[in-house]
Nanobody, 115 residues
Framework: QVQVVESGGGLVQPGGSLTLTCTAS????????MSWFRQAPTKLRELVAS????????VYDDAVKGRFFISKDSGKNTIYLQMNFLKFEDTAVYYC????????WGQGIQVTVSS
């Protein structure tokens, strides 16, 4: 059974840091890429960062460049999102997506930036 599970969300003050973890399991073939998306209230889901699981090439949304860093442990089908200098506008539900021939989504995890 395929599972994509996020962890590490929560409440953090502006300027703080948080690390999200996503693990994909149950795949016959390992995902070739994994990504973080987020969706704030009343907004569309948007790509935050994505990483190739083979060679590690990463891409970022302009809004998080220089503050967020995506990394991987290919052997564990796991990715991480290190989020630094968090802003109010980073508040959202963060979703992990694992790509094979079709995308598999996690259930999402809340990140709230508030003082």
């Amino acid at each position: 059974q395929v599972q994509v599970v996020e962890s590490g969300g929560g409440l953090v003050q502006p300027g703080g840091s948080l690390t999200l973890t996503c693990t994909a399991s149950g795949f016959v073939m390992s995902p070739y890429a994994m990504s973080w998306f987020r969706q704030a209230p009343t907004k569309l889901r948007e790509l935050v960062a994505s990483i190739r699981m083979d060679h590690g090439t990463a891409v970022y949304d302009d809004a998080v460049k220089g503050r967020f860093f995506i990394s991987k442990d290919s052997g564990k089908n796991t990715i991480y999102l290190q989020m630094n200098f968090l802003k109010f506008e980073d508040t959202a539900v963060y979703y992990c997506m694992a790509e094979t021939t079709v995308p598999y989504w996690g259930q999402g995890i809340q990140v709230t930036v508030s003082s």
